[in-house]
């Protein structure tokens, strides 16, 4: 069974840190690429980074990110533990949704929520200002 688990959200304040996880399994996790969305109340759900495969484990492979968020996000990836990391720093109250994480057999990464096959339920964060 492919399971998708995002941990790691909860309330911070604005210009805090938080990181993400989403654990993987039922699927072989080196041959997907990995994505983050979020949905904030009333919005359509959008790419916030992704992460491409790469050509061994010892290395991430490419990555994307939404504008909003270069500088300040970053996107990991452990194969050892098939998980996937979004380290958040400098948080902004417009980052607050619940996030998903996704994977999909993507060439490359994609932040179009079209090519992903599998999702996870979601992990709420929530920044005050």
């Known amino acids: 069974e492919v399971q998708l688990v995002e941990s790691g959200g909860g309330l911070v304040q604005a210009g805090g840190s938080l990181r993400l996880s989403c654990a993987a399994s039922?699927?072989?996790?080196?041959?997907?690429?990995i994505g983050w969305f979020r949905q904030a109340p009333g919005k359509e759900r959008e790419g916030v980074s992704c992460?491409?495969?790469?050509?061994?484990?010892?290395?991430?492979?490419?990555?994307h990110y939404m504008g909003s968020v270069k500088g300040r996000f970053t996107i990991s990836r452990d194969y050892a533990k098939n998980a996937v990391h979004l380290q958040m720093n400098n948080l902004k109250p417009e980052d607050t949704a619940v996030y998903y994480c996704?994977?999909?057999?993507?060439?490359?990464?994609?932040?179009?929520?079209?090519?992903?096959?599998?999702w996870g339920q979601g992990t709420q964060v929530t920044v005050s200002s």
């Open positions: 996704a994977a999909g057999l993507i060439y490359g990464g994609s932040l179009s929520e079209d090519e992903y096959d599998y």
């Open positions: 992460i491409s495969i790469s050509d061994d484990t010892y290395t991430d492979g490419d990555t």
């Open positions: 039922g699927f072989t996790f080196a041959d997907y690429a």
